[in-house]
């Protein structure tokens, strides 16, 4: 596979990583879960340039496109690799389709026990589309006025299983709970398979240029306590131990973000991670203390505060930012984001009106006494 060259482009500012890593920033950096989509006039333009979902997702031109055109109109201090966590399960052959207003679909789900058996880590060739974006992307960001990073992601082993044993979205989770509760070791080997695919697809698009990568466990939150540590933790662990932590001598920080998962934040924290994603229901400046300065956090305003007024969305994230409090120079890492996905109905001024906010007020809160 290419080598990204890992040299930053003049005027590359690393706020975004250096809170990650719970160094001494000037300001709290600001990016959004879902922030390259469809509450962007120019993000439906292009998708529908592509014809699908899935068009466009497989498209490295316009996967770049799409990525850049959230920073074309906003500071933010990141870019994400614009994908889908199902390209996975896909590459497995488990036959990903979308349809209209129904949301995701596998043709062949793995619900048998020989459907299980079956089940292998996919040759990532059948992923190169998602590599070949993430080179231009970074491509493209070093041209820009005002270069960031790029963040890789993926879904978590039992998010993806919830998917593959369900053959779609759902509401209950009974088809993989029922696994888990009745066949518990035909959820353990997808999880196995799952988590030695994720690694090895988030090594990958480090060495195609990701700086910083994300797990994105979005229904680890559905299980029961013990469970979660069992059939959802544990796999993201295994996966963050495989990581390369360092690529062409750069860091390379890893988030993890359990919707849901504030009744475990120690134990997330104690993944191996570097920094951990916090829903809108999790007291912030409580987090702060219960991590004791091991991560740095993520997080963590409610999606829902951006229909509200211009004036509200400014007080909303500073009631944030006034949670999470002072750095105190080192040793300490703040990164401001949405509790989970930006809404699809989001107006754009919102999102320019927070931004604005976050970098402007967090600035009280980076001063070194």
């Not at 870019?79 to 679909?105: H, Q």
């Not at 703040?334 to 107006?347: A, E, K, R, Y």
Request: hydrophobic residues 45%; aromatic residues 8%; charged residues 20%.
């Amino acid at each position: 596979m290419e080598k990204q060259n890992s040299a930053f482009p003049s005027g590359y500012d690393d706020t975004f990583l250096r809170a990650l890593r719970r160094e001494v920033t000037d300001y709290t950096p600001v990016w959004l879960m879902r922030q390259a989509g469809r509450y962007l006039p120019e993000y439906l333009a292009t998708r529908q340039k592509a014809g699908s979902f899935m068009g466009l997702a497989t498209n490295p031109d316009l996967a770049t496109e799409v990525t850049l055109q959230p920073l074309e109109r906003f500071g933010l201090d990141a870019a994400i690799l614009f994908s889908d966590i199902l390209t996975v399960p896909d590459a497995m052959g488990l036959g990903l389709s979308f349809a209209p207003g129904e949301g995701p679909r596998f043709a062949h789900p793995v619900q048998s026990e020989k459907e299980v058996a079956a089940l292998q880590v996919p040759d990532m060739a059948k992923l190169d589309y998602v590599f070949a974006a993430v080179r231009q992307i970074r491509t493209a960001l070093a041209s820009m006025s005002r270069p960031v990073p790029l963040i890789g992601f993926s879904g978590s082993p039992w998010t993806l299983a919830c998917y593959m044993v369900e053959g779609g979205s759902s509401s209950d989770y009974h088809r993989v709970k029922n696994m888990l509760y009745s066949r518990p070791d035909l959820l353990q080997r997808i999880l196995d398979i799952n988590a030695q695919a994720v690694a090895a697809y988030l090594n990958a698009q480090i060495e195609a240029g990701a700086q910083a990568v994300m797990i994105f466990d979005s229904w680890g939150g559905v299980l029961a306590d013990g469970a979660y540590q069992q059939f959802s933790l544990a796999s993201v662990r295994q996966v963050v131990a495989s990581l390369h932590r360092e690529y062409e001598k750069q860091s390379v920080p890893v988030i993890v973000f359990t919707k849901g998962g504030g009744l475990w934040l120690e134990d997330i924290a104690a993944c191996g991670a570097d920094a951990v994603g916090v829903d809108w229901t999790v007291n912030l400046q409580q987090a702060r203390q219960r991590v004791g300065g091991r991560v740095a956090l993520q997080g963590n305003l409610d999606p829902a505060v951006l229909f509200a007024s211009e004036k509200a969305v400014r007080a909303e994230a500073r009631r944030v930012l006034d949670s999470f409090g002072h750095l105190h120079g080192a040793g300490a890492g703040h990164v401001f984001n949405l509790g989970h996905g930006i809404n699809q109905h989001t107006p754009p001024e919102s999102v320019a009106a927070l931004v604005d906010e976050v970098h402007n007020y967090s600035r009280q809160f980076h001063h070194v006494d």
